[in-house]
């Protein structure tokens, strides 16, 4: 009996330390999504400023198209603006964008064309 209530303690102690260690990491992932959001959306603003193309609707819509063509039946509740690459001039700007919904998530790249729009440069 003695054995059984050891084994017993022991991967109660195991669940609790999985559960406890889990939560921390969830945490974690939560700070560092939300700490990429507001990086992605401080460097926009920058771009913004300096470079009137970066409309945020029309990074999403090109987003939201491409997920439409690339990704058919992907249900997300939102898109998020993660990366902003800024280049001098115009050629090698790229925008990344994250696909969020119960079916997970979708990674969405943007690279500026040469007529000021945004082409799909990869969808995962």
Known sequence: MDIILIIIGAVTLLAVVFFVGGYIASRRHTKDWSQHVAEAEQAL??????????????????????????KPGFEYTDVHLVVVD???????????????????????????????????????
């Not at 603003?45 to 198209?65: F, T, Y």
């Open 45 to 70: 603003e920058l771009a913004w400023a300096q470079d009137k193309g970066w409309d945020r609707e029309v990074l999403h819509r090109s987003a939201r198209e491409a997920l439409g063509s690339h």
């Open 86 to 124: 800024d280049k001098p001039g115009v050629e090698q700007d790229r925008a990344q964008l994250v696909a969020v919904g119960e079916d997970g998530e979708a990674k969405v790249v943007l690279a500026r064309a040469a007529d000021g729009g945004w082409t799909v440069e990869s969808v995962s």
